[in-house]
C-alpha cells in the first residue's frame, strides 16, 4: 500500500502532469468531462469526470460526482466515488464517498469518509492457477 522507495517517482509523476485544461475557481460546469488529457479544477464541478492522465482538485475545488484517472490530486472537496491507480489526499483535501485504488497516500489533515477498496494486481485466474501450483 505505501512503498517508501516510489515516493521520488510519485512525487514526479504530480508534478510533471501534463494539464491540457484549467478550470478556474470562477467557474461553475454541470456535465461529464472525458478525454485523454489531465484537468486542474479549482472551481466547482457536477459530473462525472473520466480523463486518463490525470485530475488535480485544487484547494477550492468543490466536485459532485465520480472521478476515475491513473492519478487523482485532492487538494479540495469530492462529493463522490473515485477510481484511480495513485491518489493523493493532501492536507486540505476531503472525499466523502467510496475508494477503489491501487496505491494512497494521505497528508496529515487530509480525510475520506467513505469504504476503501484496493485493487488486486493479480487476477483471480492467475490466484487460482499459483494456487495450484503452489499444491503440486
Known sequence: MFNKNNTKAEKT??????ISTILDENISLKGDITGEGAIRIDGK??????LNKGIILGEKAEVTGTLKSNIIVVHGKLYGNLNCQQLFIKSTGLIDGDIEVDAFEVEMGGKYNGHLQMKDRISKDE???????GAK
Open 127 to 133: 490466484k487460482v492457477i499459483k494456487l495450484a501450483e
Open 45 to 50: 464541478v457536477e459530473g462525472n469526470i473520466d
Open 13 to 18: 509523476n504530480i508534478d510533471n502532469l501534463p
